[in-house]
Structure formats: structure tokens, C-alpha cells
């Protein structure tokens, strides 16, 4: 339900289940968490890049493993979001590695959400983003109610989740939801470039950038001057910090370790 390869340092993460626009099952659930986990440990993995299989990118939980037809108890969705979702975004956030996100398609529910929680978020112009939630009689989860509100603030953020209108890829990143659309065609040959670019950075420094600008929201200034201080002393002591520095002055290109 996952498929993953490791390339030059990025850890290609594909959401495989095409015919159901990639939504979620248990299965595939424990597959993207398994793979991010072994983004965290693997000294060789440097970047991770996302993105679906077919023509979405991933259309949330998938509606059909819970049919209310069957009857049966109702269910207790706080404890599918404890089990699975709040810990996969936990980790994506947590990852001090970059994590790209390609959304090559639709892009609905939950499936918006975990998108919003990766670093850098590249779309197929012809992606839409979708708070399908509120048709459905569920609030936004996946983070989605934290990131839309902080990033869009409350008047964009809450016509989109009560209307679950769709955002097109364009004016999401109008709004600074996410980095950038761009056409169709060049959707995966650009969001490899930038992932193979990220994977040959200074993985230590950019994993404390992420940590950086994730605190700067909830930090006061002077808390964020001293984690500015802190984390510069760890990569002041970085290997990658000598040699861009060396590299800077031999006048060439640097190349960087991770570490
Ligand atoms: C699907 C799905 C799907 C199964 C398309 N499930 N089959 C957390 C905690 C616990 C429980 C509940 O949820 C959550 C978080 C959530 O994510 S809640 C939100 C769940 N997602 C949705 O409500 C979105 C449902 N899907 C749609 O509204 C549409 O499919 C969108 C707008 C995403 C795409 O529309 P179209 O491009 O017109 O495609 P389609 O609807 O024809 O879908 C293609 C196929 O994929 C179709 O199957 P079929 O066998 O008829 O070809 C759909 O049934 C299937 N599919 N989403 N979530």
C-alpha cells in the first residue's frame, strides 16, 4: 500500500492504493508509519519526498472499511485518530529531516492534512485540496484544524472547513498553504529535483531549521533566541558547517555529509 525506494538519499514514499484515490486502511496506515520511522533512524535517508499513485493524491480515511449499513456499534473515531493519524503526523512534524510533499491530485479529508503537515509542499496545478470533513459530519483532524487556522487564519480557514469547498493548487499556494503549483507535467521531475537537493544539504542544520521556524509559533522572542543559540552551537560543531565554510572559501561547491 506503500510503495518506497531510497535513491541518492531520498526516500521515495508513493501511497499505493490507486482505485480508492489512496485512502487510508489500517494497512496503509502502519506501511507510511513504518517508512517514517525508518526515515528518522537511517543515517542514509536525507529527505523524504511524497506523493500518490494515479490520479489523486489521497482522499483520507477510506469510507468504505466503516459502512454504517453493516450496523454494528458507532464507532470511536477518537480512537482510530490516537491510533493512527495523530501519530503519523506527529512523526512527519517531528522528523528532522526535510519531508517534500508532490500532491499529484486530489487531495481530500485527511489526505489534505497530512499534505499541510509536510515541509514543502509542491501540487499538480490541476490538485484540488478538499476539507471534505463537514460533508460527512466530521471536523477537520490530521492537524488540519491547527494548520489551516495558523497559516490562513480564522476566516479562510473556517469557509473552508464549514463549506468544504475545493482549493484549487494556484490558490492554495495564493494563500500560502503551500510552496508552489506547477504544471502537471513537471510535477514529479521538479519535486525530485528539489528533494534530491535537500538530500544533498547539510541534513543536520536543515533538521534544526524544521525544528526552528516549528517553534517560532508557540515561542516568545526570547525563547526563540535562545533555541537560535542552542541549535547554531550544535551546528557550529557540524562537520557539513567546516567544509561549506572551507568550500566557500576554495571557491566551490560543497559537499555535504548529513552530519
Ligand atoms: C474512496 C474514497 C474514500 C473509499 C474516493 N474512501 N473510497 C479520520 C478518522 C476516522 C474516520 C473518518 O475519517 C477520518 C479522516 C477523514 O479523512 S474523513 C474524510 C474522508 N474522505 C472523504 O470524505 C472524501 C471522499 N471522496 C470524495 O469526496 C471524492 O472521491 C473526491 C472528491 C476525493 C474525488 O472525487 P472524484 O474525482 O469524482 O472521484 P470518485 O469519487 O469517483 O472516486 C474514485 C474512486 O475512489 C471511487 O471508487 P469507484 O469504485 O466508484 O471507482 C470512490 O468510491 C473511491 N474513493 N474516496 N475516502
Known amino acids: 500500500t506503500v510503495l518506497a525506494t531510497l535513491q541518492a538519499g531520498v526516500l521515495h514514499l508513493t501511497l499505493n492504493r490507486p482505485d480508492k484515490l489512496n485512502s487510508f486502511n489500517e494497512e496503509m496506515h502502519l506501511a507510511l508509519r513504518e517508512q517514517i520511522e525508518r526515515a528518522h533512524h537511517a543515517r542514509d535517508v536525507r529527505a523524504v519526498l511524497l506523493t500518490g499513485a494515479g490520479r489523486g493524491f489521497c482522499a483520507g480515511q477510506d469510507l468504505g472499511d466503516r459502512d454504517p449499513r453493516k450496523g454494528g456499534p458507532k464507532p470511536d473515531l477518537g480512537r482510530t485518530l490516537e491510533a493512527f493519524y495523530n501519530p503519523t503526523l506527529r512523526l512527519i512534524r517531528n522528523l528532522e529531516k526535510p519531508v517534500i510533499c508532490a500532491v499529484n491530485g486530489v487531495a481530500a ?27 460527512i459530519g466530521l471536523v477537520p483532524d ?24 475545493p482549493l484549487m ?3 492554495a499556494a ?4 503551500i510552496w508552489k503549483a506547477v504544471e502537471d507535467e513537471a510535477l514529479m521531475a521538479e519535486a525530485e529535483a528539489l528533494a534530491a537537493r535537500l538530500a544533498n544539504g547539510p541534513t543536520l542544520g536543515l533538521g534544526l531549521t524544521k525544528r526552528l521556524i516549528q517553534s517560532a509559533a508557540t515561542n516568545t522572542l526570547d525563547e526563540q533566541l535562545d533555541l537560535e543559540r542552542d541549535c547554531q552551537q550544535i551546528a557550529g560543531h557540524s562537520d ?11 571557491k566551490r561547491q560543497p559537499v555535504f555529509k548529513g552530519e
Do not use: H
Open 169 to 171: 493548487a494556484e490558490k
Open 109 to 135: 479529508g485527511a489526505g489534505a492534512n497530512i499534505a499541510f503537515a509536510c515541509d514543502i509542499v509542491l501540487a499538480a496545478k490541476s490538485a484540488k485540496f478538499i476539507q471534505a470533513f463537514s460533508k
Open 174 to 177: 495564493d494563500w500560502g498553504l
Open 240 to 250: 557539513d558547517y567546516a567544509e561549506g565554510v572551507t568550500a566557500f572559501l576554495e
Open 142 to 165: 490530521a492537524g488540519g484544524s491547527w494548520s489551516l487556522a495558523r497559516i490562513l487564519g480564522e476566516p479562510r480557514a473556517k469557509a473552508l472547513a464549514l463549506t468544504a469547498e
